[in-house]
């Protein structure tokens, strides 16, 4: 492809993301999918591009807007190539030549755009903190409460894209012999910095034809994600619930930690993502998994399995502020509820799914978020109400069991971009009290259960 045909790609695929209710990186999938014409090196390079101008939605529009202009596709492209590539006017009106495969010629308002912004840079010295970090204004309020006088560095890391990290399975691979057998597909990596089973890959290879990934010697998940999972430390033989598995990521780092050993039930509204998930299921050899569907956070499963299970994950849905570099059209496109709605449900998904949890059992909340709200907040808000639950500092899960250096001071898991250079993420670790007092409320709730009991809701 030319590079103007490249270009016109990339307004075509910022034309879709706006359009489409879709994550980008799903959007991108079905557009190449549907033009499969299209060679590996110009799919990464409209890719590459793409994202570019994602990451830099705020200021490329706050220029924009200053000119007296709407940010359309077709103008933060050309606010893209001006400021940020520093292309001159010249080659940028070249490229727009109305020609075969290249954009439209530009109309009189975006000549005008272009004498605009000709010649300067991305940055302005006018330019707000938050436009320039790229914080939306519903985020700016509850980020800065959260991260006080670290906001600007630890926005300024989410600018970035993120690293491509691996876990190795570690029933079939350990880091040494993994990275071996990438070496043999000419891809580099190193050992993380805080996981154990973690490895960071240089550059963006794709994985798919891979043998390690194939076969189920690695699997890709940001090391923060591998924290998390550590902080359930599940053994062998245990019952453990993943109670929002999604794609089954955790799930996977779960059971391979238990050896093939006891059983992960992992759970889910979206019976479609647990169905998706059962390849990587069979991909890893893991056969002490299954997979159940949820019809909400109260599903009548719930009630029937009070008391059952060793370990119960919460990876509850939230605002995903801490995935910002890696999603950074969430920033400015949520697709599903905003922080009104997602506080309360994660209060209710969390309080459901600590009746799984038997007496001297753990239960894991986490979030892939940087808001107190939807962390601290929420974990001060459950213990009020759950007296029989008491926090457990993740210093003392690490030492149990051997992690090496705890990432983080205090007794949550919390990590951050600038800290850590990993995803955002949050994890409260809990345990319940081995012998728990019979309250007149727990009588009463047996009694409903009883007398509200259905059958098993279909197992994937």
């Known amino acids: 492809m030319t590079p103007a045909a490249r270009l016109q790609a990339v307004i075509e695929l910022l034309t879709d993301i706006d359009d489409i209710t879709r994550p980008a990186d799903a959007v991108m999938s079905a557009y190449f999918r549907n033009r499969r014409y299209i060679g590996s090196k110009d799919r990464t390079n409209i890719a590459q591009t793409t994202y570019a101008i994602l990451r830099r939605h705020a200021r490329l529009g706050w220029w924009i807007e200053r000119t007296g202009h709407r940010p359309t596709p077709r103008a933060r492209t050309l606010a893209y190539a001006l400021l940020e590539e520093r292309r001159n006017a010249g080659v940028v009106l070249e490229m727009f030549s109305g020609g075969k495969f290249a954009p439209e010629r530009l109309s009189e308002k975006e000549l005008a755009l272009v004498g605009a912004l000709d010649t300067h840079t991305l940055d302005h010295p006018e330019m707000p903190e938050a436009v320039r970090v790229e914080c939306p204004d519903w985020a700016e309020a509850p980020i800065r409460a959260t991260l006080g006088d670290r906001f600007t560095v630890e926005m300024e890391k989410l600018l970035d894209a993120a ?69 359930v430390a599940p053994k062998p033989g245990h019952q453990v619930v993943d109670f929002c598995a999604g794609a089954g990521g955790k799930t996977l780092a779960i059971a391979a930690m238990m050896k093939n050993k006891g059983r992960v039930v992992a759970c889910d509204v979206l019976a479609g993502r647990l169905k998706r998930a059962a390849e990587r299921f069979r991909r890893a050899g ?28 919460v990876d509850a849905p939230c605002s995903g502020t801490g995935t910002w570099r890696r999603n950074p059209d969430s920033r400015w496109r949520p697709l599903g509820p905003g922080l009104a709605e997602l506080v309360p449900l994660q209060a209710n998904i969390l309080d459901s799914a600590a009746r799984l949890v038997k007496p001297g059992g753990r239960l894991i909340y986490a979030t892939c978020s940087l808001l107190f709200d939807e962390n601290e907040g929420q974990i001060a808000a459950f213990l009020e109400t759950h007296p029989d639950f008491t926090v457990k500092p993740v210093a003392e899960v690490w030492a149990e069991e051997g992690f090496g250096a705890v990432p983080c001071e205090g007794p949550y898991l919390r990590l951050t971009p600038a800290r850590h250079d990993t995803d955002g993420f949050f994890a409260a670790v809990l345990d319940r009290k081995a012998e728990e007092p019979v309250e007149s409320a727990e009588t009463d709730e047996a009694a409903v259960d009883e007398a509200v009991e259905t059958s098993d809701a279909e197992t994937v």
């Open 163 to 231: 690293p491509l990290d691996l876990r190795i399975n570690p029933l079939k691979a350990n880091q040494a012999s993994a990275i071996k057998a990438l070496a043999k597909a000419q891809i580099v990596a190193e050992t993380t910095q805080w996981s154990p089973f973690g490895l960071r890959v240089k550059g963006r290879p794709p994985l798919g034809g891979v043998d390690a990934f194939k076969d189920g010697l690695v699997e890709i998940q940001d090391e923060g994600s591998q924290l998390v999972a550590l902080a």
């Open 286 to 313: 893991l056969h002490n998994i299954e997979a159940h569907p949820l019809t909400s956070e109260r599903d009548p499963w719930v009630k029937r399995h009070k008391r059952k299970f060793d370990r119960v994950l």
